[in-house]
Protein backbone atom coordinates (compact mmCIF):
# COMPACT_ATOMS: atom_id res chain seq x y z
CA UNK A 1 0.00 0.00 0.00
CA UNK A 2 1.36 3.50 -1.07
CA UNK A 3 1.80 6.32 1.57
CA UNK A 4 -0.90 8.22 -0.42
CA UNK A 5 -3.65 5.37 0.18
CA UNK A 6 -2.20 5.28 3.69
CA UNK A 7 -2.90 8.88 4.73
CA UNK A 8 -6.52 8.34 3.13
CA UNK A 9 -7.39 5.97 5.55
CA UNK A 10 -7.44 8.19 8.48
CA UNK A 11 -9.32 10.74 9.56
CA UNK A 12 -7.52 14.17 7.87
CA UNK A 13 -8.57 15.80 11.38
CA UNK A 14 -6.79 13.35 13.26
CA UNK A 15 -5.42 14.99 16.63
CA UNK A 16 -2.23 13.87 18.46
CA UNK A 17 -1.62 15.37 22.06
CA UNK A 18 2.20 15.49 22.48
CA UNK A 19 3.20 15.46 26.03
CA UNK A 20 6.90 17.04 26.05
CA UNK A 21 8.55 19.01 28.48
CA UNK A 22 11.58 19.99 26.68
CA UNK A 23 10.20 22.87 24.67
CA UNK A 24 12.24 22.34 21.51
CA UNK A 25 11.42 18.72 21.19
CA UNK A 26 8.07 19.58 21.65
CA UNK A 27 8.07 22.41 18.92
CA UNK A 28 9.74 19.73 17.14
CA UNK A 29 7.28 16.76 17.45
CA UNK A 30 4.22 19.55 16.82
CA UNK A 31 5.85 20.55 13.70
CA UNK A 32 6.44 17.15 12.31
CA UNK A 33 3.01 16.06 13.23
CA UNK A 34 1.39 19.18 11.59
CA UNK A 35 3.42 18.77 8.46
CA UNK A 36 1.77 15.21 7.94
CA UNK A 37 -1.25 16.72 7.84
CA UNK A 38 -2.44 15.83 11.57
CA UNK A 39 -3.81 18.32 14.25
CA UNK A 40 -1.59 19.21 17.39
CA UNK A 41 -2.36 19.28 21.00
CA UNK A 42 0.76 20.09 23.37
CA UNK A 43 1.16 19.50 26.76
CA UNK A 44 4.16 20.39 28.86
CA UNK A 45 3.49 17.64 32.19
CA UNK A 46 1.03 15.79 33.21
CA UNK A 47 -0.97 17.93 34.51
CA UNK A 48 -1.45 20.40 31.38
CA UNK A 49 -2.42 16.74 29.50
CA UNK A 50 -4.97 15.79 32.24
CA UNK A 51 -6.67 19.59 31.44
CA UNK A 52 -6.57 18.74 27.97
CA UNK A 53 -8.13 15.31 28.02
CA UNK A 54 -11.01 17.02 30.51
CA UNK A 55 -11.73 19.90 27.95
CA UNK A 56 -11.28 18.93 24.38
CA UNK A 57 -14.30 18.47 22.64
CA UNK A 58 -13.29 14.72 21.45
CA UNK A 59 -10.13 12.84 22.68
CA UNK A 60 -7.10 13.17 21.14
CA UNK A 61 -6.82 9.64 18.11
CA UNK A 62 -2.88 9.46 19.64
CA UNK A 63 -0.76 10.26 22.75
CA UNK A 64 2.83 10.78 22.24
CA UNK A 65 4.02 10.63 25.52
CA UNK A 66 7.72 11.70 26.98
CA UNK A 67 8.71 9.70 30.00
CA UNK A 68 11.09 12.39 31.75
CA UNK A 69 8.45 14.63 32.84
CA UNK A 70 8.30 16.91 35.89
CA UNK A 71 6.03 15.30 38.67
CA UNK A 72 4.04 12.07 37.32
CA UNK A 73 6.45 10.73 34.92
CA UNK A 74 5.24 9.09 31.69
CA UNK A 75 5.07 5.64 32.86
CA UNK A 76 2.95 6.86 35.35
CA UNK A 77 0.58 8.60 33.34
CA UNK A 78 0.70 5.79 30.46
CA UNK A 79 -0.57 3.18 33.27
CA UNK A 80 -3.35 5.62 34.56
CA UNK A 81 -4.29 6.30 30.50
CA UNK A 82 -4.81 2.85 30.02
CA UNK A 83 -6.78 2.31 33.33
CA UNK A 84 -9.31 4.73 31.92
CA UNK A 85 -9.74 3.87 27.84
CA UNK A 86 -7.51 2.54 25.03
CA UNK A 87 -6.27 5.68 23.34
CA UNK A 88 -2.59 4.27 21.67
CA UNK A 89 0.13 5.61 23.00
CA UNK A 90 3.70 6.04 21.88
CA UNK A 91 6.12 6.34 24.32
CA UNK A 92 8.90 8.69 23.14
CA UNK A 93 12.23 9.02 25.50
CA UNK A 94 16.09 9.03 25.36
CA UNK A 95 15.79 6.21 27.71
CA UNK A 96 16.57 3.42 25.46
CA UNK A 97 17.51 0.27 27.31
CA UNK A 98 15.70 -3.15 27.53
CA UNK A 99 14.40 -2.45 30.99
CA UNK A 100 12.34 1.18 30.11
CA UNK A 101 11.42 -0.42 27.10
CA UNK A 102 9.94 -3.10 28.90
CA UNK A 103 8.34 -0.93 31.53
CA UNK A 104 7.02 0.98 28.57
CA UNK A 105 4.74 -1.83 27.58
CA UNK A 106 4.09 -2.87 31.06
CA UNK A 107 2.62 0.05 31.65
CA UNK A 108 0.62 -0.36 28.58
CA UNK A 109 2.33 1.16 25.83
CA UNK A 110 1.54 0.28 21.87
CA UNK A 111 5.28 1.35 20.68
CA UNK A 112 8.24 3.09 21.98
CA UNK A 113 10.30 5.60 20.44
CA UNK A 114 14.02 6.48 21.29
CA UNK A 115 15.59 10.20 20.74
CA UNK A 116 17.72 10.80 18.57
CA UNK A 117 15.25 9.71 16.04
CA UNK A 118 14.34 9.62 12.11
CA UNK A 119 11.66 12.25 11.04
CA UNK A 120 10.29 9.78 8.59
CA UNK A 121 10.13 6.86 10.67
CA UNK A 122 8.67 8.76 13.62
CA UNK A 123 5.67 9.81 11.20
CA UNK A 124 5.52 6.62 9.80
CA UNK A 125 5.19 5.07 13.57
CA UNK A 126 2.65 7.11 14.31
CA UNK A 127 0.85 6.15 10.81
CA UNK A 128 0.49 2.64 11.36
CA UNK A 129 -0.89 2.65 15.21
CA UNK A 130 -3.49 5.04 14.05
CA UNK A 131 -4.78 2.57 11.03
CA UNK A 132 -4.16 -0.36 13.51
CA UNK A 133 -6.70 1.83 16.12
CA UNK A 134 -8.68 3.01 13.47
CA UNK A 135 -9.11 -0.08 11.43
CA UNK A 136 -8.26 -0.66 7.59
CA UNK A 137 -10.93 -1.19 5.48
CA UNK A 138 -8.61 -2.94 3.42
CA UNK A 139 -7.31 -5.06 5.62
CA UNK A 140 -8.15 -8.67 5.70
CA UNK A 141 -9.89 -8.45 9.38
CA UNK A 142 -12.80 -7.71 6.95
CA UNK A 143 -13.41 -10.85 5.71
CA UNK A 144 -14.93 -11.77 8.71
CA UNK A 145 -17.17 -10.24 11.61
CA UNK A 146 -15.86 -12.19 14.73
CA UNK A 147 -12.81 -14.72 15.34
CA UNK A 148 -14.03 -17.51 17.97
CA UNK A 149 -11.86 -19.42 20.39
CA UNK A 150 -12.80 -21.12 23.29
CA UNK A 151 -16.41 -19.39 24.32
CA UNK A 152 -14.28 -15.92 23.38
CA UNK A 153 -15.08 -13.71 20.44
CA UNK A 154 -13.05 -10.95 18.72
CA UNK A 155 -15.17 -8.34 16.84
CA UNK A 156 -12.79 -7.42 13.94
CA UNK A 157 -14.89 -4.42 12.75
CA UNK A 158 -15.27 -2.85 16.69
CA UNK A 159 -12.07 -3.88 17.79
CA UNK A 160 -13.41 -5.10 20.73
CA UNK A 161 -12.64 -8.72 23.01
CA UNK A 162 -16.38 -10.68 24.40
CA UNK A 163 -15.03 -12.75 27.32
CA UNK A 164 -17.40 -16.54 27.44
CA UNK A 165 -19.75 -14.77 29.47
CA UNK A 166 -20.27 -11.48 26.89
CA UNK A 167 -18.46 -9.38 29.29
CA UNK A 168 -16.18 -7.06 26.45
CA UNK A 169 -12.31 -7.23 27.95
CA UNK A 170 -10.30 -3.80 27.41
CA UNK A 171 -7.63 -4.65 25.01
CA UNK A 172 -4.62 -1.67 24.08
CA UNK A 173 -3.69 -1.90 20.61
CA UNK A 174 -0.49 -4.02 20.98
CA UNK A 175 -2.40 -6.34 22.39
CA UNK A 176 -4.84 -6.90 19.92
CA UNK A 177 -2.42 -6.97 17.42
CA UNK A 178 -0.78 -9.61 19.23
CA UNK A 179 -4.25 -11.38 19.57
CA UNK A 180 -5.20 -11.33 15.88
CA UNK A 181 -2.03 -12.38 14.83
CA UNK A 182 -2.69 -15.78 17.14
CA UNK A 183 -6.01 -16.19 15.93
CA UNK A 184 -4.80 -15.60 12.12
CA UNK A 185 -2.43 -18.81 12.77
CA UNK A 186 -3.84 -21.14 15.14
CA UNK A 187 -2.33 -24.31 16.60
CA UNK A 188 1.37 -23.14 14.65
CA UNK A 189 4.65 -22.75 16.69
CA UNK A 190 5.48 -18.87 16.10
CA UNK A 191 8.97 -17.25 17.26
CA UNK A 192 9.33 -13.98 18.54
CA UNK A 193 10.36 -12.73 14.61
CA UNK A 194 7.30 -14.09 13.05
CA UNK A 195 4.77 -12.79 15.45
CA UNK A 196 6.01 -9.11 15.42
CA UNK A 197 5.99 -9.66 11.26
CA UNK A 198 2.81 -11.13 11.35
CA UNK A 199 1.45 -8.18 13.80
CA UNK A 200 3.46 -5.72 11.72
CA UNK A 201 4.40 -4.30 14.50
CA UNK A 202 7.28 -1.26 14.67
CA UNK A 203 8.74 -1.02 17.89
CA UNK A 204 12.32 -0.64 17.84
CA UNK A 205 13.58 -3.49 19.69
CA UNK A 206 15.23 -6.71 19.01
CA UNK A 207 13.46 -9.90 18.47
CA UNK A 208 15.26 -11.55 21.00
CA UNK A 209 14.97 -9.39 24.20
CA UNK A 210 11.92 -9.82 26.63
CA UNK A 211 9.55 -6.85 24.93
CA UNK A 212 8.03 -9.84 22.95
CA UNK A 213 7.24 -12.16 26.02
CA UNK A 214 5.74 -9.18 28.36
CA UNK A 215 2.99 -8.41 25.40
CA UNK A 216 2.57 -12.18 25.62
CA UNK A 217 2.31 -12.34 29.73
CA UNK A 218 0.29 -9.34 29.44
CA UNK A 219 -2.73 -10.92 26.66
CA UNK A 220 -2.24 -14.36 28.86
CA UNK A 221 -3.27 -12.26 31.80
CA UNK A 222 -6.53 -10.88 30.09
CA UNK A 223 -7.62 -14.50 28.75
CA UNK A 224 -6.24 -16.79 30.91
CA UNK A 225 -6.90 -14.73 33.73
CA UNK A 226 -7.14 -17.87 36.79
CA UNK A 227 -4.55 -20.47 37.49
CA UNK A 228 -7.28 -23.11 36.72
CA UNK A 229 -8.28 -21.12 33.40
CA UNK A 230 -7.43 -23.31 30.32
CA UNK A 231 -3.80 -22.90 28.45
CA UNK A 232 -4.94 -21.02 25.81
CA UNK A 233 -1.54 -19.61 24.74
CA UNK A 234 1.52 -22.28 25.56
CA UNK A 235 4.82 -21.30 25.89
CA UNK A 236 7.20 -24.26 23.75
CA UNK A 237 10.44 -23.96 25.32
CA UNK A 238 13.56 -22.70 22.54
CA UNK A 239 11.06 -22.34 19.90
CA UNK A 240 8.27 -19.76 20.76
CA UNK A 241 4.60 -19.69 21.57
CA UNK A 242 1.43 -21.74 20.47
CA UNK A 243 -2.01 -20.34 20.10
CA UNK A 244 -4.14 -23.85 21.62
CA UNK A 245 -7.90 -23.08 20.51
CA UNK A 246 -9.47 -23.83 16.82
CA UNK A 247 -10.46 -20.65 15.68
CA UNK A 248 -13.32 -20.00 14.19
CA UNK A 249 -14.79 -17.37 11.94
CA UNK A 250 -18.31 -15.63 11.57
Not at 1 to 10: I, K
Not at 13 to 30: F, K, N, P, Q, T
Not at 200 to 215: E, N, P
Request: aromatic share 6%; proline share 6%.
Amino acid sequence: MTEAREDRLLDPEASILVVEDDGEMRHLVARLLRDAGFRVLPARDGREMWDLLENAATPPDLIVLDVMLPGASGFDLCRRLRQRGRIPIIMLTARGDETDRVVGLEMGADDYVTKPFGAREFVARVRALLRRSMGDPASPEGVARRLCFAGWALDLKARELFSPNGAIVDLSGAEYDLLLAFLEHPQRVLNREQLMEIAKRRVSIDVSDRSMDVQVSRLRRKIEPGDSSPAIIKTVRGSGYVFVPAVTRE
